[in-house]
Nanobody, 118 residues
Framework: QVQLVESGGGLVQPGGSLSLSCAAS????????MGWYRQAPGKQRELVAT???????NYADSVKGRFTVSRDNAKNTVSLQMNNLKPEGTAVYSC????????????WGRGTQVTVSS
C-alpha cells in the first residue's frame, strides 16, 4: 500500500529553522513529483513547494528564498528545509505525491505540526 509519513515538525522561534522529511513507500518514487502543502488555523490549504522527478522546483512566493525542497531517490524521501521561519508559518505541513500521468496529487501524508512562536 502507498504510505507517505512526515516527520520533523515541532516548536521553533521566529527566525529559526526547521527541516521536515517525508518517507514514501508503495510508489515508484523516482518517477513522481513530490509536493509540500500547509494548512494554518482558519485558513485553506496552500501549496508550499514542489519538486519534479527531474528535480525542477517551484515555491510559493511567501516562502521563496527561505525554504528549500530536495529529494533523495535512494532513500525515497523528500525534505523541506525551512529557514527564517515566521509566525504565519504555523501550520500542519503535509507531503503529497503526483504520478507522471496524473493531473492531481494522488497520495497524501497525515501531516506534521509546525508551530512558530516566541
Amino acid at each position: 500500500q502507498v504510505q507517505l509519513v512526515e516527520s520533523g515538525g515541532g516548536l521553533v522561534q521566529p527566525g529559526g529553522s526547521l527541516s521536515l522529511s517525508c518517507a514514501a513507500s508503495g510508489i515508484g518514487f523516482r518517477f513522481y513529483t513530490m509536493g509540500w502543502y500547509r494548512q494554518a488555523p482558519g485558513k485553506q490549504r496552500e501549496l508550499v513547494a514542489t519538486i519534479s522527478s527531474f528535480r525542477v522546483t517551484n515555491y510559493a512566493d511567501s516562502v521563496k528564498g527561505r525554504f528549500t525542497v530536495s529529494r533523495d531517490n535512494a532513500k525515497n524521501t523528500v525534505s523541506l528545509q525551512m529557514n527564517n521561519l515566521k509566525p504565519e508559518g504555523t501550520a500542519v505541513y503535509s507531503c503529497a505525491a503526483r504520478g507522471p500521468s496524473a493531473a492531481t496529487f494522488d497520495y497524501w501524508g497525515r501531516g506534521t505540526q509546525v508551530t512558530v512562536s516566541s
